[in-house]
Nanobody
Framework: QVQLVKSGGDLVQPGGSLRLSCVVS????????AGWFRQAPGKEREFVAA????????YYADSVKGRFTISRENAKNTVYLEMNSLKPEDTAVYYC????????????????????WGQGTQVTVSS
């Protein structure tokens, strides 16, 4: 089971920050790559960020590069998404995802490549 925990509230002002935590239960995140996706109303689910199971490789969508940071603590079975300098266009339902990876540096950017998904959490950026 993949649970999504949000720290910082549902509504954030432009320029604000928020951290999302993805806590996995039922299996160990060791050897699982992870990613974050989001879906705005009327739009397709889009890739946000990805991280290898070792944590040594990360990749970001251009739209969030320099503002969002993905990280993980395997000992806590948790993946994080730190979001800074939030913009109204960041408003969406955010999902975390995980899949097994055979190479320590592998990460994945397509939602079809993931097997396990969190339930999604709404992030609204508005003044």
């Amino acid at each position: 089971q993949v649970q999504l925990v949000k720290s910082g509230g549902d509504l954030v002002q432009p320029g604000g920050s928020l951290r999302l935590s993805c806590v996995v239960s039922g299996f160990s995140l060791d050897y699982y790559a992870a990613g974050w996706f989001r879906q705005a109303p009327g739009k397709e689910r889009e890739f946000v960020a990805a991280i290898s199971w070792s944590g040594g490789s990360t990749y970001y969508a251009d739209s969030v590069k320099g503002r969002f940071t993905i990280s993980r603590e395997n000992a806590k079975n948790t993946v994080y998404l730190e979001m800074n300098s939030l913009k109204p266009e960041d408003t969406a339902v955010y999902y975390c995802a995980a899949r097994i990876a055979y190479y320590s540096g592998s990460y994945f950017t397509a939602y079809r490549e993931y097997d396990y998904w969190g339930q999604g959490t709404q992030v609204t950026v508005s003044s």
